[in-house]
DNA sequence: CTAGGAAGGTAAAACGTTTTATACAATCCC
DNA sequence: GGGATTGTATAAAACGTTTTACCTTCCTAG
């Protein structure tokens, strides 16, 4: 119905004066045409606003210029729709406006294992795929239709798979981890998510190594990623419980803000008797009081990354992966000493 | 290339013995076979996991399942990653889901206007623009391609054009101008963006009107969507220069999060001095100090009417439009007295 | 003078569906 | 008993491209 009234590439090898054929050929710079005709059926196509359609074109090529983007973190999050996780709302902007500049389309899907599954969804060139979870049955759909798919993260339990890029988590984690040292804290409380996905998982490890290293003890908190602001003012009142750390390494924005909020209200001065800092910044972490120090991610490089793989796994080139981006930590009040 | 190991409607056809029209007719309910061969097809095509491909559908019955989305207002932010602006994100991520529920996928297109185009952009049944703009070209170009649309918000310029739904604004605003009012506001001032669109536009007919109706002279300000949180600060300082309102009506959450902090800095109380609202709600506005009252939309309701109108549209039926949804205004600290 | 390219072009098949038109029985009606 | 009707099924066209294979014509080398 929408494309009734399209001009065709008959159209345009009518009023050129050739073959179908011609037209195709010069249009996409193959053949064996001499160069005026060429550059003759380029005007008269750029006159007549033709564009092929991409349908009858993915259908022969089986290549359809555009990519799928599944947001595995927020599916786990239920609700499609929770206020203040930036971190995916920007990752999805970026991703359409980059893939844009490459003239890719992008094409959201928000569980490609639930039904009913989107017509287009087996349609797509590629596949990417935001924070995996350990066995994502996401990520086995594709494998198992071969469709070729990159993550942005690690997959958890396939250390073999290359196809990732992200921000360096442990270079961050690590950052992190110094800068409190100097403001001198020895204990760091850690507190992570639910998902078993590569952000939780590799936070954690390397706070621990780095517990491991100095010989003290980790102290180690779970909080599921729905539980939010709410769920870090509760937190608070256990940790304060275990006993006040000298700072609250606190995995997302979120629970950041609500872990220094439950704490300012039993009394617990931040910075000056424990400090607050965000492994993802978010505007939770920005407008708190005092703001919350947090490293602030790096989606136009992730994405960038992500798409440079997938579009050379689609054009079944090697592709040059996984491939590291630079976060960058935000230092505000509340780490200020 | 990704859909080469596909299993074809002729492979179904050969397993079950019959011809390849008998599959079609069988699975879409259409033709005159009889039940036991219809329900035998239906059985091979289970079995066998056959999945229609798409493309091909949709070349010949040229509809796709399949939505586009447009956000005028971000492609107006430039930035196509704004932080914390949580109205688009959350439409976005509730029009993925409630389309999937639909059997409909969505794609994100950044601006449909601007080249390169991405190629699948023409094969969309339809599109939702969101806030378009007076004189659109996006909206004019779909108006040529003769592709259906439906618009959040009205047509500015276009009183005539019925395909849209979005949140009562003028609702919301006599709601929000009646609780400054029996606050004890009588001056009120409003800030509002620069973009023109529904959203402004109607706003501001409707807090003149009542300006008009009270005999009291308007205080209108404009300030600029991605000037931001800053620009708000900013802002405070000209509306304490022109005298202190009793209240100030911010359309969007950053603007009344900037301009309460620039009054708060110049020593102008709020809620006790002067009152601060905004038109639609956002991390911003929850987070502030005090926390700013604030009309929260309704994107479930709002989306949900979009995709009525748009899939009556597409399927040539009479559309029931416009829709209008019911947003909720949420008291907090800045108007509380 | 002719075999063999090269240069420039096209016809037709293919992609996987849906849809239109048609074929073949079996049944019915008068 | 013959034409019309009904019930079931299929062949083939169509959708708009890309790609494969082939066809001219013209030139050149032997």
Chains 1, 2 share one sequence.
Not at 17 to 29: E, F, K, M, P, Q
Not at 144 to 170: L, M, Q
Not at 321 to 336: E, H, I, K, M
Request: charged share 20%; proline share 5%; glycine share 10%.
């Amino acid at each position: 119905m929408a494309r009734t009234q399209g001009i065709t590439i008959k159209d345009v090898a009518r009023r050129a004066g050739v073959s179908i054929t011609a037209v195709s050929h010069a249009l996409n710079g193959k053949g064996t045409l001499s160069a005026a005709t060429r550059e003759h059926i380029r005007t008269v196509a750029d006159e007549m606003g033709y564009e092929a359609d991409a349908l009858a074109r993915g259908l022969r090529r089986s290549t359809m210029g555009a990519v799928g983007l599944v947001l595995r973190s927020l599916d786990a999050l239920g609700d499609y729709a929770p206020a203040g996780v930036d971190v995916f709302e920007r990752f999805v902007g970026v991703a359409a406006s980059q893939a844009l500049a490459r003239g890719l389309s992008v094409m959201l899907v928000p569980d490609l294992t639930r039904t009913p599954v989107p017509p287009l969804a087996f349609s797509m060139d590629g596949y990417i795929v935001t924070d995996p979870h350990l066995d994502d049955p996401v990520v086995a759909l594709l494998e198992k239709r071969g469709i070729p798919y990159v993550t942005y993260g690690r997959v958890p339990g396939r250390p073999d798979f290359p196809h990732w890029a992200s921000e360096d988590n442990v270079a961050s984690a690590r950052q992190i981890l110094a800068h409190l040292e100097a403001g001198g804290a020895r204990s760091v409380a850690l507190v992570r998510g639910t998902d078993p996905n590569a952000w939780n998982l590799e936070l954690q490890d390397t706070y621990l190594s780095w517990c491991a290293e100095r010989g003290t003890a980790p102290r180690l908190y779970e909080l599921a990623e729905r539980a939010g602001v709410e769920g870090g003012v509760e937190l608070a009142g256990r940790i304060t419980d275990d006993g006040i750390p000298d700072a609250v390494f606190c995995l997302t924005g979120r629970h950041a803000a609500g872990v220094q909020q439950g704490l300012m209200a039993r009394g617990v001065g931040v910075p000056e008797r424990t400090m607050v800092v965000a492994g993802s910044d978010s505007e939770h972490a920005r407008n708190s009081r005092p703001a919350i120090s947090a490293v602030e991610l790096n989606p136009v490089a992730s994405v960038g990354a992500l798409l440079d793989i997938l579009q050379a796994l689609v054009a079944g080139e090697e592709a040059h992966s996984p491939r590291l981006t630079r976060a960058r930590l935000r230092l505000r009040g509340s780490t200020r000493r």
